[in-house]
């Protein structure tokens, strides 16, 4: 069973920083490429960073590029994502999802390619 806690958020001044982290409980963590999706209330959830399972790839939405970093640890099963310059727009529950079964290369910017998921923890964003 694969399990994703995610950590790292609360609230913050815009223009702030935080650093969300996603720990995996899996066996081979490079076997995952990983994402995080974020949802306002009223909102659907949306897309805001992906990473392939080597590393070697990143994907932003165009919403949070040159803002947020994707990243991983793959000796310690968690993915992060560094959130600077942040704003009021990016309160949400941020969510880390995990895709098994890519190659080292690909990345996944659609929830449906995602089969688990964290908890969520929240972001909220004050000015």
């Known amino acids: 069973q694969v399990q994703l806690v995610e950590s790292g958020g609360g609230l913050v001044q815009a223009g702030g920083s935080l650093r969300l982290s996603c720990a995996a409980s899996?066996?081979?963590?490079?076997?995952?490429?990983m994402g995080w999706f974020r949802q306002a209330p009223g909102k659907e959830r949306e897309f805001v960073a992906a990473?392939?399972?080597?590393?070697?790839?990143?994907y932003y939405a165009d919403s949070v590029k040159g803002r947020f970093t994707i990243s991983r640890d793959n000796a310690k099963n968690t993915v992060y994502l560094q959130m600077n310059s942040l704003e009021r727009e990016d309160t949400a529950v941020y969510y880390c999802?995990?895709?098994?079964?890519?190659?080292?290369?690909?990345?996944?910017?659609?929830?449906?390619?995602?089969?688990?998921w964290g908890q969520g923890t929240q972001v909220t964003v004050s000015s």
């Open positions: 999802g995990a895709h098994l079964g890519s190659s080292g290369s690909y990345y996944y910017t659609e929830s449906r390619f995602y089969g688990f």
């Open positions: 899996v066996r081979t963590f490079t076997n995952y490429a």
């Open positions: 990473i392939s399972s080597s590393g070697s790839n990143t």
